[in-house]
Structures are given as C-alpha cells and as structure tokens.
C-alpha cells in the first residue's frame, strides 16, 4: 500500500469514523508509553546516553564510508558474502541470483523494514518463492496483504477481536479472541515452515563496523529461528545502521527496548557474524548481507537533513505522536510512518510525491522530546516543507495567499485596513466571521474592529488625561 | 531609584484582531510590576505562518522589518511562546540580510515570552492575587518544548490566593491548532482539541489557563461550540483579574 498524496485525507477521514482502529492505536500506544516512562524512571542516566546515541550516530554517518569499508572487510574474514545494492531494483536482482543459485522454493522472514522498502515479499511471490513473514505482527498483516502500521509493532492497528476474525478467516480456524490460544494457532502454523523453508530473511538492527557482526533483536525467538534452522541466511541492512564496536552498543541497547516497547531488553539480543555451520556443524552454510542505499547516500550528502539518518526505528515518536495516536501509521502512506516517516517520505520519494508528509504534522514537537537518538524532527519538517514550497510542489492558491499576506504585512496602514475588515462584517452581519475550513467542530474567536492598537491608544489617553487631571488638582 | 524595565510590546497577530483584551491585560500587570511600557508603531506578524508553511522567502523581508523595529530595545515581551520562538529560534533560520545578523542575534536575547520576563527578569514570584477558582493549565508545544518554559506559568497561578490549581491530564498534549494544519487536516486538528478538552473536563477546572491564543481559541472554540461548562482564560487576563481582586480585598 502506497498512498497517493490526495487520498492521504480521504484515508484519515475514514480512519477518524472507525473506532476499532482507534481504540487499538489508543490503547496500545498508551500503554507502550506508560511501560516506557516506567524505564526512563529507573534509569538515571537516561538523558546522557540519549546524548552519547546522538553523538556516535552522527560521528558514524560524519565518516561513513570509512565505516562501511571496515565493516566489510571484517564481515568477509568473517566468512559472510557482501552484497552491495544502490536501490531496490538491485537489492531484489541479488535476492534472486541467491534464491536461483540455491533452488529456493520457500522463505521465512523476520522482521524488516528495510525488506519492506524494496517490496520484497511481493517481489519473492513473483518468482514463486512461498515467502512467510514470522514475526506474530508481521504475519497478520502479510495475512490481509497490508503493511505494518507501526514501526515495531506491525498490526497494532487490529484489536485481538480482529485478530480472531482474520485467523478464521484466512486460516480456517474455530474463531477465539484468547492471546495464548492465538500465539498458539500462529506458532503451530509457523513452525512447520520454518523446519521446511530453504532460507531465511531478516532485518538488522546494528552492523558492527570493527568486527563485521550483525546484531538482531527480537522478542519472539522468530528471528532465532529464521536465521538459525535455514541453509542460507540473507540479511538486509540499510548502510546507516552501522555503529563503531561492541563498545557502544549498551548504549543503543539500553535506549532501544524502553523506547520501542517499554521492556528493559528485548527478549532475545542475536549476534551474527559467521555462517554457524562453520561453527557449531549445523544451521546455515552461507550468510549474506545485503547493505542498501536506496536513497540513503543522498540524505548522507546533505547536511541539513543528515540527521534523520540516526534515527534507530524504535518508534517512540509514533506513540507520542498525537497524530499517529488518533489515526495510526496507515495514514502516512508508506513503510516509514509517524513523525520520523513524515521526514523520510518526502527524501526517498522526492518532493512531489512525498509533498503531503511535512505537513501532516502539527509541530508540536513531542517527537523530538521522546526520540532516544535526539533527532530534531519538528526543525527537519520545518526544512522539508520549505524545499516542498521551493520545488514548486506546494497549491498555487496558497502561494498567492500568502504572498498577498506578506504584501500586506510589510504595509502596517494598509494591513490594518484589510483586518479591519473581518471584524466590521462580523459586527454589521452579527454572525462569527465565515472561515467554514475550520469551524465545523468549533467556533472561531470573534473579530475585534477596532484591535489592540487602538485600545492601546485609547486607553494611554485616558490614563494621560487622568494624570493631568490629578496634577492640575494638586496645583489648585 | 532603581532602574525601571522597559518594555516594547510585541503584540502577535491574533492578540492584535481576535484577542486585544489579554494584551491589555499583559500591559496591566506589566505596569503592576512597575515597568515601563512603549507600543511600536508599525508592527504587523513576526512571520511565523508563512514560516511554518514552507514560505521562507515571503518571511525574510518580515523578520527583516521586526528586527529593525525592536533590536534597539530593552526587553521585547509577547503573550505568545510561538510567536516568541520564531523570533528567538527560526529567524536564525531565514537568510536575512548580512548587515542584520547582529541584531537579530540581539533581538534573540532581548525577546521574551511574558510569564518568562515576570518570573526570569523581573523577578516575580507572588502577583499578591485572587482568583476564588479551580483552574488547569494547558502547557502550549512551543512555550515548553522550544522554548522550555514551563515552571514559570505554573509559579505565577500558584502565588495566587484562592486558586485551586490542578494539573490535568497530558497537559502538554498538543491541542491539535498547529496553524495552518487546522484546517489543512480539519478532522484530525479537531479529533485532537477533541482530546484536549475531554482531558480539560475530566480535571474539573472551571478554567483552561494557557499563555497562547490560538491554542486558546482552539480549545474555546470547541467547548463552546460543544457546549461545555469550561472555559479558557490567558494567563495574562489571569493575572490581571487576580490583580484587580487582591486590590479590592485590601480595601475591604
């Protein structure tokens, strides 16, 4: 599901009408925000390693391509295959030469965003690979052909009533709306597949550059699995997710979990450097990672916007966001969704595509309060909105609105006159001025005619006259 | 005698045409205090909703005129943390002429937001007010989270005899105004105050206290369009009212 610009309103309209989905998103980013400041509270240096995450990110994406070429170097004395894709097309072509060159019939996947990106599932079915998203949350939306609605908990839009309608549905299963007898339905069905799948996909969530390691978080042991029963093992990491060595990453891993879920640590903390048939004589006999660009390199390139990069997809800013809150990450239209997607759409889309996301905001700047890496994301979607109305992507009516505006605004006399105006038609109409795109729900403030200016004036004769008044009064 | 504060008032747009009476009030109690006030002809918007939209260039000559207009003053006071912001933080942002740049780095450091300059400038801790009310206060996003001030407005109602002052739920969830996104995304900006004003009935203030109109008018607008029995009242009319009452029992 990509949402054209124009049908991002008609979806909002229709998602504020469903109270299902808004409920579900209430509640579940409510209480991922309660567990959360539970951990923030008991940890005392919570704001100091927000900093120092900040500050290795950006010292990360300051030298990259240093980074990036030691972390292959170790990765292949490791023993792991690098891949290089610049967008999605390439990453999907190395995909294929690995499913070809393997005889791949079936695919189990982890978790990924990243795979999201470039369309991997559907790209898998076309070359009639049986592709099987096992993280619990991915699975139901793969089971309604959907994209995750939440960064890190991919169906959180669905009520476990939801759930039980779809596994009857689509499973042909007694309906229950019981969590354990749910997981248990999901993990009989999975489990059959990830004993008979040929390979098995998964996210990162760091790449270590000193030792060529991959770190893969999870709370299911779905990840464990995809990456540990399988003969190849493909792992799909955007070039950003590299940090320096096992060194910094207490400090991500101590940000990470509270931001996301409000747990301490995730479940599971996976680490991947070799192929483990070469260690432990079973699992996989090939691991290879796929590092993607896909847009990436150019947001590196520019330095006003870089920062977005740091960003750790812990998904904090969705759950504050009031935005996200009534209505969910469908609205936004693409993989990347909430506060941090609306300043990644408009950069991997491009400004005309991408031209709705800075604007779907009300800048209240609660992203950035929460964002564990500190990324300043009300000031980037101030910036992308201005290259939208710079790239003449913005309405024509608005632009000459508001040159009209500031036309007038640099002619206090003539201004005034113009503002004058609302107020005198209120009064002679005795009816709140007209402004129908934003009364529906609520009354305007009425007009004042004569403003504070000239209240102002008023009231400084008065009081002048008072004073000369009085001193008159005392010479007599 | 000690030097007395002088003030040039920076009156945003919607205090200037929607809500006169609150900048009044912030002019009372600024003379309360003992400071000395001056209105600067000639002043029209800081800028911010064009800024805010994307519209930089339309802006420039704006924030051009408004630091040339203020940056030789004293202290520049506005009862708005957004309007506050933009000239303190986002003018740093518009490429304004060469010859400006010290200024407006002046500027920046001469402008503050009213309760601001009450607590942090002049030092007041106590209006010696009362105001026999129970009262919440909705934090606005750009005075807490721009410009961090948060403390200073909840000081101000505590000094004030009478009040019963409690804090609501999430008060500083966004009301969902945002500008220009009020009627760009209408539904969702009133899926929003529609939060907002639940949390604001649920506290049982008989006032909505905040120190920016338009999160103020938002709000209002809502309640009185849904009938509800509470109402919003800018801080500086807070102050005022309370001002005014404390003389009066002194009298009596």
């Known amino acids: 599901m990509n949402l054209k610009a124009s049908e991002t309103k008609a979806y909002i309209k229709a998602a504020l009408k469903d109270k299902t989905l808004r409920q579900a998103v209430d509640k579940a980013t409510q209480?991922?925000?309660?567990?959360?400041?539970?951990?923030?509270?008991?940890?005392?240096?919570?704001?100091e390693l927000r900093h120092k995450a900040h500050a290795i990110k950006c010292e990360v994406l300051e030298h990259l391509d240093a980074y990036l070429e030691l972390f292959e170097k170790q990765a292949i004395a490791n023993g792991m295959q690098v891949h290089w894709a610049s967008d999605a097309a390439e990453a999907q072509r190395i995909v294929q030469v690995i499913v070809e060159e393997n005889d791949v019939r079936s695919v189990v996947k982890s978790k990924s965003l990243t795979s999201e990106e470039i369309h991997l599932n559907k790209f898998l079915s076309e070359q009639n690979v049986e592709t099987l998203e096992t993280d619990l949350g991915?699975?139901?939306?793969?089971?309604?052909?959907?994209?995750?609605?939440?960064?890190?908990?991919?169906?959180?839009?669905?009520?476990r009533q939801d759930i039980g309608k779809i596994f009857q549905q689509k499973l042909g299963v007694d309906y229950t709306e019981e969590p354990t007898e749910l997981l248990a339905i999901a993990r009989a069905k999975l489990r059959e597949k990830f004993l008979a799948a040929d390979m098995g996909i998964s996210g990162v969530n760091f790449g270590i550059a000193a030792s060529g390691c991959l770190v893969i978080l999870e709370n299911e042991a779905n990840a464990r699995l995809a990456i540990g029963l399988p003969r190849t093992h493909v792992a799909l990491m955007g070039?950003?997710?590299?940090?320096?060595?096992?060194?910094e990453l207490p400090v991500f891993l101590k940000l990470l979990a509270p931001s996301a879920t409000g747990q301490k640590q995730t479940v599971y903390v996976n680490v991947v450097g070799t192929p483990l048939q070469k260690i432990a004589g079973e699992g996989p006999e090939q691991l290879h990672i796929?590092?993607?660009d896909n847009g990436r390199s150019k947001i590196l390139a520019d330095p006003q916007l870089r920062e977005t990069l740091c960003c750790i997809r812990c998904g904090a800013c969705l759950n504050v966001c009031p935005i996200y809150q009534q209505v969910g990450g469908h609205a936004y239209g693409w993989v990347y969704m909430g506060p941090i997607g609306a300043t990644l759409i408009p950069q991997y889309l491009g400004e005309r595509e991408g031209r709705y996301a800075p604007?779907?905001?009300?800048?209240?700047?609660?992203?950035?309060?929460?964002?564990?890496?500190?990324?300043?994301?009300?000031?980037?979607?101030?910036?992308?909105?201005?290259?939208?109305?710079?790239?003449?992507?913005?309405?024509?009516?608005?632009?000459?609105?508001?040159?009209?505006?500031?036309?007038?605004?640099?002619?206090?006399?003539?201004?005034?006159?113009?503002?004058?105006?609302?107020?005198?038609?209120?009064?002679?109409?005795?009816?709140?001025?007209?402004?129908?795109?934003?009364?529906?729900?609520?009354?305007?403030?009425?007009?004042?005619?004569?403003?504070?200016?000239?209240?102002?004036i008023e009231m400084e004769e008065i009081n002048s006259r008072k004073v000369a008044e009085a001193q008159r009064m005392r010479k007599e | 005698m000690k030097n007395r504060l002088h003030v040039a008032l920076f009156i945003p747009c919607l205090s200037e045409h929607l809500f006169p009476e609150s900048a009044l009030s912030m002019v009372k109690v600024l003379r309360h205090i003992g400071a000395e006030i001056e209105y600067v002809d000639g002043q029209t918007c800081c800028g911010q909703p064009a800024f805010n939209s994307g519209y930089h260039q339309q802006v420039i000559p704006l924030a051009e005129r408004f630091i040339e207009l203020f940056h030789a003053k004293q202290y520049v006071v506005a009862p708005s943390g957004s309007c506050v912001a933009m000239v303190r933080k986002f003018y740093f942002d518009l490429d304004v002429r060469q010859q400006l740049h010290q200024a407006r780095a002046e500027l920046a450091r001469k402008t503050f937001e009213?309760?601001?300059?009450?607590?942090?400038?002049?030092?007041?801790?106590?209006?010696?007010?009362?105001?026999?009310?129970?009262?919440?206060?909705?934090?606005?996003?750009?005075?807490?989270?721009?410009?961090?001030?948060?403390?200073?407005?909840?000081?101000?109602?505590?000094?004030?005899?009478?009040?019963?002052?409690?804090?609501m739920a999430q008060p500083d969830l966004c009301c969902g105004f945002?500008?220009?996104?009020?009627?760009?995304?209408?539904?969702?900006?009133?899926?929003?105050?529609?939060?907002?004003?639940?949390n604001i009935e649920e506290s049982g203030a008989e006032f909505c206290i905040g120190a920016d109109s338009s999160c103020l008018m938002n709000i209002e607008g809502y309640l009185r369009k849904h009938h509800k029995k509470a109402r919003t009242m800018h801080i500086a009319d807070l102050l005022a009212t309370s001002i005014e009452n404390g003389k009066k029992n002194l009298i009596r």
């Open chain 1, 290 to 292: 796929i590092l993607l």
């Open chain 1, 359 to 456: 604007f779907l905001s009300s800048l209240c700047g609660a992203c950035h309060q929460i964002c564990p890496v500190r990324i300043n994301i009300p000031h980037h979607l101030l910036k992308l909105r201005k290259r939208v109305v710079d790239s003449g992507n913005s309405s024509r009516l608005e632009k000459l609105a508001f040159r009209l505006w500031a036309f007038l605004a640099r002619h206090p006399k003539l201004y005034r006159t113009v503002t004058w105006f609302p107020g005198k038609l209120q009064l002679l109409s005795r009816k709140p001025f007209p402004v129908p795109a934003y009364c529906k729900e609520r009354a305007l403030g009425t007009f004042d005619v004569k403003g504070f200016r000239k209240r102002f």
């Open chain 2, 114 to 167: 009213f309760t601001e300059f009450l607590v942090d400038v002049a030092g007041i801790e106590d209006v010696r007010g009362s105001f026999p009310h129970r009262v919440t206060y909705h934090d606005s996003c750009h005075l807490r989270r721009e410009l961090g001030i948060a403390e200073q407005p909840r000081q101000l109602i505590r000094s004030i005899s009478g009040i019963d002052f409690i804090e």
């Open chain 1, 138 to 159: 991915e699975y139901i939306v793969q089971l309604l052909d959907q994209i995750p609605s939440h960064l890190t908990a991919p169906a959180l839009h669905l009520s």
């Open chain 1, 239 to 247: 070039i950003e997710k590299l940090i320096p060595s096992f060194q």
């Open chain 1, 31 to 47: 209480t991922a925000l309660q567990k959360r400041a539970v951990q923030v509270e008991a940890e005392p240096a919570w704001e």
């Open chain 2, 178 to 198: 945002g500008g220009t996104f009020s009627y760009k995304y209408k539904e969702l900006s009133i899926a929003m105050v529609e939060r907002k004003c639940r």
